[in-house]
Structure formats: structure tokens, C-alpha cells
């Protein structure tokens, strides 16, 4: 799998839990298999331009919108970000977040 279809992948599966569409409900929306739906966002299809843009205009949007991976970070990248953050806090701080992030994860 390439990272660009991931994050196509994870794109898509965002934009339709944020309108509330099931995968079976979206698909029909699309004209494309429910099947071909969840192989699409877990990144494994291949997409054809024509899919592209049955599923751009399935959400209304432009194609473009669905490239749109800024939002969407692996979970390597997000901790790179935040071990970066962390080196610029002084220790009272790191202390107080520590205690956050331990919190959250009970």
C-alpha cells in the first residue's frame, strides 16, 4: 500500500462518518460496491479517475477537497509532532502534561 492511497483512504472515510453515511449508504450515493468502499478506505484499491470523481461528487465537493491530507497524519508523523512540541517545554510544564496525557489514557 502507498501512503498517498492511506490517506486517500482515511480521507474518505472521514468526509463520510462526518455526514453520517454508512459505508453501504455512501456507496450506493457513489454507485460503487460496498466491498470497493471499505477496500478504498482501509487504501487498498486502486482508484480510477471516474471513481475519483463519482466519490467527490457524491460528497458535493471538489475533487481536489479530497486530496486534501493535511488533517491526516499516521501515527508515526503525529508522534514525531509531538515529541518535537516536547522539546521546547521546560520541565514544570512537561510535569503538567505528563499528568494530562496519563489521565486521558486511564
Known sequence: MTEAKIL???RIRSLRRSKDYSQEEFAELAEISGKYLG???RGQANLSLDIVEKI???FNIEIAELFDFQ???TR???RQKITLLL???DYKNLQIIYRII???LK
Open 8 to 10: 486517500l483512504g482515511k
Open 39 to 41: 477496500e478504498i478506505e
Open 56 to 58: 467527490s461528487n457524491a
Open 71 to 73: 488533517h491526516e497524519s
Open 76 to 78: 508515526k508523523e503525529m
Open 87 to 89: 522539546k521546547k517545554v
Open 102 to 104: 496519563r489521565c486521558i
